[in-house]
């Protein structure tokens, strides 16, 4: 019997009769083995026992629309589509951030979704690494901009000083400045790597390159934001991002 997935673990067939399914009935698998997990508008063939689908298999994934209507979100929830919606959020809200007064605002709301997502998809999957590798960029990253941003004006200020006839402190914090300095470009190196670690981790939960291209794409970009082309690869790294976590439907458990 052939039908149309209504909405998770709800199956319509061609007489608009509804069939209940449990993911265990789901007998279709990805390439890797991993379960697959049904999402509203597939189209499925299944056998009939009473009101339930059993022997389910995927006969026509649906086509990725971005449809806000189709995303079911539970914040407590662990299930992939709030996994999924909160990755969206995170993936889109920061670039809202670019507006006057009001940007940071959907930066903070961007980072939240996007942390709750890791830890949720973390919990879900039981990696050992994804989260803790998540908290360890995060915190790294910021120690490190701090570092950098000290060390650059205790340099300025000490250079400042030697320029104006104090050379002895102005020495001591210019050999000062640069040390933080460099302490920090370490930092950021480290944190890019947990980074790296992060998104090589979600590409392989997932099965989707993008996750990792989005990473690439987003450091090559910030290196080379001072010429033109870095605008353009930061854009195309958050469209990336942005269609890996929206076609999100099966994951590996570690």
Known sequence: MKGTVLAPGIILNADDQRFTYLQEDVASVAKDGAAIVLK???EVDFIADGQTAKQIYLTKAKSMNLNLDNINFDIKSN?????RTLGLAGSALPILGIIP?????FFIA????MLFSIFKLSDKVGSPTLKKNYILYLVVA???TILISIGAITGALGFAGMGSGYANAGGTGAIFGIILGLAGVAGMIYAFFKEFQVYNELSNISGDKFFLYYFIGSVVGALTVFIFIGYILL?????????????LQEIKTA
Do not use: E, K, P
């Open 79 to 83: 299930d992939l589509s709030t996994i």
């Open 110 to 113: 961007g980072f939240l979704c």
């Open 142 to 144: 910021v120690a490190s």
């Open 235 to 247: 854009i195309v790294a958050f469209v990336l991002q942005i269609i890996a976590w929206y076609r």
């Open 101 to 105: 007064f009001i940007g940071f605002i």
């Open 40 to 42: 509203q508008g597939d």
